[in-house]
């Protein structure tokens, strides 16, 4: 049994406290020192930390991370299981710190090989990748406004009678402001011809610029332990699954609950289709339901997340 050596980093806390008690023993190491073995102590508890007191920290702390009494992160509308910055963050004076807390806690589980019980949105991967974030990233996060863009694109912009420039209005610490796209950006018209690059635009404001201060907090810490040309050889799928491990994927429940346009689940291609699946690998079947829904997470509204699939996958074939 591994006893506490010279270079470990012992973490005593309360298990009423984790999150607070990590914060103060841990926040003022230097990044090199959470690279040392972490070997924790629960107080009141005996025990020696073998590994399974570890794993019991990140798995507490997890928990605490996402505590609606610390207000930094908020359940996506769109999905009801990934998670986002939450923009009102700052009603906590010290959210700024934890942020940082919480990017190297992150890292540190990467490092350490350490699964989290959690999920965030693909536009937070990218954001950790140094990726471009797209409008269909946007449908977790803030579904309505993701379907009025994607209107805007379906639609001519004169059917529309829209008066739309390349600004937009963005909440800042609870501070509202009109923000250009691109230089002088409220006085250039959204035309037909302009309009993908609106849509682009507009994206990248939503989803950074109402937390650019949260999510810098975050992005440092997490770099200080993980840089950022090292964590970037990644995709956003290879993050999801590096932070949080492999899902236990229920394809049972994703084909009773996944509606058909122009097929029975009795077809041909149908029942093909679900028993290839069903031979997958864990990690495949993890990429698949990735591709499906977004996420390795499965949705508190399967059905709902999986109307789109046999459109996705058959549609060149015949029922």
């Not at 509308?77 to 806690?105: C, Q, W």
């Not at 959204?190 to 507009?202: G, I, R, S």
Request: hydrophobic residues 40%; charged residues 30%; contains cysteine.
């Amino acid at each position: 049994m591994p006893r506490y050596r010279r270079n470990d980093v012992s973490v005593q806390v309360s298990r009423n406290r984790v999150f607070s008690d990590s914060f103060r023993e841990l926040f003022r190491l230097r990044p090199s020192e959470w690279k040392n073995r972490f070997y924790i102590i629960f107080q009141g508890e005996e025990g020696q930390d073998a590994g399974g007191l570890l794993r019991e920290w990140f798995s507490v702390i997890t928990r605490e991370i996402f505590n609606p009494n610390y207000a930094l992160f908020i359940t996506a509308p769109g999905d009801m299981v990934t998670y986002m910055i939450n923009k009102a963050s700052y009603i906590n004076p010290e959210h700024l710190d934890y942020f940082k807390f919480v990017g190297r806690l992150i890292a540190k589980s990467v490092f350490e090989h350490k699964y989290l019980d959690c999920y965030f949105t693909r536009a937070f991967y990218k954001h950790i990748l140094n990726l471009p974030v797209r409008y269909q990233d946007l449908e977790s996060e803030d579904p309505a406004f993701f379907k009025s863009l994607d209107f805007l694109l379906q639609n001519p912009i004169d059917d529309l009678a829209l008066d739309l420039t390349f600004s937009t209005e963005v909440e800042e610490f609870g501070v509202r402001s009109v923000r250009d796209l691109k230089p002088n950006g409220r006085k250039i018209e959204v035309t037909d011809a302009n309009k993908d690059e609106y849509v682009k635009l507009v994206c990248q404001m939503k989803m950074t610029g109402s937390i650019r201060q949260q999510l810098d907090a975050f992005l440092t810490g997490f770099y200080e332990i993980i840089p950022k040309d090292l964590i970037s050889m990644f995709n956003e799928q290879e993050l999801e699954l590096l932070i949080s491990g492999l899902p236990t994927v229920d394809i049972d429940d994703m084909a009773a609950n996944t509606d058909y346009k122009g097929y029975q689940k009795t077809s041909t291609h149908i029942q093909w289709f679900w028993r290839a699946l069903r031979s997958f690998e864990k990690e495949d079947k993890a990429k698949f339901l990735q591709f499906v829904t977004g996420t390795s997470k499965r949705s508190r509204n399967t059905g709902a997340k999986l109307r789109k699939l046999p459109r996705a996958i058959f549609s060149w074939a015949k029922p």
